[in-house]
């Protein structure tokens, strides 16, 4: 077959390097892969792999891989168009791109996207998840704010939906990330944000006691205008990192305030009384800037990852993230927790599938991945969920990586959106070629809708 655009077979020079990962916890071994320059070239490797009986995997940047590709490994790294339309106040966005292609053309004309912590994360991956950011506590979830959405069906159809066409399908594509087909491309708002007063505060590890219960409680009054998270973590006593950071166990006080620099420090006067600061980077920051709050990896690594809603935390859940991650705890992990609430509690004008609407908190989870390999380590992860099953409100499928089992999947679905999803994937996807991912199976004909069994 004569393909219009980049293909692989293993042994091509330039086979593993098409599909190389941030996280190499997933080891991909695909048959083809295709690198999608067109949605028509996406429409047919998807044929392709229906033909040959082969599943479908997509890939963009490589930082949320859920699973080892088998067969059809498609990269979208090439469909990279960005259109910004600043009087609708939306950007088009082709499926390869990033946070950090779209950023700067959007501030060009005084507005933001609603990209998360990393501005190398991929836009489309990253909404179809829902996307939680620093501006989501104002305007809530990424996939909130989609208007439009090309997407290659199991059938190999091109089809271009929205909230009016083939409103069923839009709602379960927005959070369901790559179950239903492959996205070529979306349409989302763009926001009046040009500057944000943040960056961070680092705690020494001794403080997180501290600092935890300071934290919970003064998150119950902060304004939507005021995002932050804490990371507890070990920094390595290596060249590039902080003098003051340097093999020290921290907590990374990370900001963003969308308003003024003295309303901001009187608002976090209470968590820096906790005290001393090791490391004070606050100051006002163009938008553009926004990646550096958070500060994230842009080496490969290889780390086990979860992450679950949560309702406020109470003493048993801050007892749970100290014998995680405290100054006293065996063999840590890097826990996370982000300050959700606000406009995530509010419902999207057009519905979808992302859960956690009534959370206060995620909580993100990270380890190496244990000599057993990342199942192995996965459930430790489990363990860990389940200190917090006390306010525990469902798995934030952005945040939850490979090796995990189905319940974690199901986990994050309402019971009304999980039959909605699985009678989707009966209609537009009955062979379940795209299973490469967070797989929601599909419902059997036999099934009654209203009593879909567990998977
Ligand atoms: C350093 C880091 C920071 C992060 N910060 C945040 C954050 O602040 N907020 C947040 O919500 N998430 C965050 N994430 C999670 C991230 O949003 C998800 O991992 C997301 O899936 C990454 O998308 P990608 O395209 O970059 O990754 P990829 O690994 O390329 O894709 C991951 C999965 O997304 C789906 N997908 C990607 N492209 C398509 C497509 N075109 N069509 C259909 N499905 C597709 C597929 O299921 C694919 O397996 C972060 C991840 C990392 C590693």
Known sequence: ??????????????????????????????????????????????????????????????????????????????????????????????????????????????????????????????????????????????????????????????????????????????????????????????????????????????????????????????????????????????????????????????????????????????LRRVGPVLLDTLRRRAYTDIGSVHHEPVAPYSVCESGFFTGPLGEAELRAVLRLAGPDARDPMMVELRHHSGAYHRAPSTPNVVAGRNAHFTVFLGSPVDEEGPTATARRHTGARRLFRGVDQGTVLNFLGAGHGRDAVRAAYSDEDHRRLRALKAEFDPANVFRVNHNITPREPEEHPDHAPHP
């Open 1 to 270: 077959m004569r393909w219009p655009c980049p293909v692989f077979v293993p042994g091509d020079p330039g086979y593993a390097e098409e599909f190389a990962t941030l996280n190499h916890t997933v080891e991909h071994r695909p048959r083809l892969v295709v690198g999608a320059r067109t949605s028509s070239d996406v429409a047919r490797a998807v044929a392709y792999a229906c033909d040959h009986s082969l599943s479908v995997c997509v890939q963009s940047t490589g930082h949320g891989m859920s699973a080892p590709a088998d067969g059809v490994l498609i990269t979208t790294r090439r469909l990279d168009t960005v259109d910004v339309d600043p009087v609708r106040r939306t950007a088009r966005l082709g499926a390869g791109t990033r946070w950090k292609d779209v950023i700067p053309r959007t501030a060009a004309h005084g507005l933001a996207p609603l990209n998360g912590s990393s501005p190398e994360v991929g836009t489309v991956g990253y909404v179809l998840g829902g996307g939680v950011g620093m501006l989501g506590r104002q305007y809530g979830y990424a996939a909130d704010h989609v208007s439009a959405v090309e997407v290659v069906t199991a059938d190999a159809r091109v089809r271009g939906i929205g909230p009016e066409r083939e409103p069923e399908l839009f709602r379960g594509l927005l959070g369901s990330k790559g179950n239903l087909g492959v996205v070529t491309g979306i349409e989302v708002g763009l926001f009046a944000v040009t500057s944000f007063y943040g960056g961070g505060l680092y705690f020494p590890g001794e403080r997180v006691p501290d600092l935890l219960r300071t934290y919970a409680s003064w998150t119950r009054s902060a304004p939507e205008a005021l995002a932050t998270s804490i990371l507890l973590s070990t920094y390595p006593d290596t060249e590039g990192v902080a003098p003051a950071l340097r093999g020290r166990r921290t907590a990374h006080l990370r900001v963003a305030h969308f308003g003024s620099d003295t309303e901001a420090e009187q608002l976090l006067a209470p």
